[in-house]
């Protein structure tokens, strides 16, 4: 089990930044594959980006590339997204998530998730 709290919402005008913050609990953080999700009202949820579990692998959605950043800092149990050059779109509920194994971009790989933290980015 592994239990997830995000943290770094609120809101921000376009162009501005946000840090976005996961800590993680329970079993070893580094046994996790962790990724970020978001979802707007009445849309599906969507994935923003995913981490390998020893940080070396990335991999992130066409619509933030260039401007999120995920990272992860195992010995604090913690996943971050940086989002630079933040968009009214990028406006959602953001989600983390754990799987075990290998990153993936499919939401439904993922066992564990966070309570989510809202973003807003003013026009």
């Known amino acids: 089990q592994v239990q997830l709290v995000e943290s770094g919402g609120g809101l921000v005008q376009a162009g501005g930044s946000l840090r976005l913050s996961c800590a993680a609990s329970?079993?070893?953080?580094?046994?996790?594959?962790m990724g970020w999700f978001r979802q707007a009202p009445g849309k599906e949820r969507e994935f923003v980006a995913t981490?390998?579990?020893?940080?070396?692998?990335?991999a992130y959605a066409v619509s933030v590339k260039g401007r999120f950043t995920i990272s992860r800092d195992n010995a604090k149990n913690t996943v971050y997204l940086q989002m630079n050059s933040l968009k009214p779109e990028d406006t959602a509920v953001y989600y983390c998530?754990?799987?075990?194994?290998?990153?993936?971009?499919?939401?439904?790989?993922?066992?564990?998730w966070g309570q989510g933290t809202q973003v807003t980015v003013s026009s």
């Open positions: 329970g079993r070893t953080f580094s046994s996790y594959a």
């Open positions: 998530a754990a799987k075990t194994v290998s990153p993936s971009s499919q939401y439904n790989e993922y066992g564990y």
């Open positions: 981490i390998s579990r020893s940080g070396g692998s990335t």
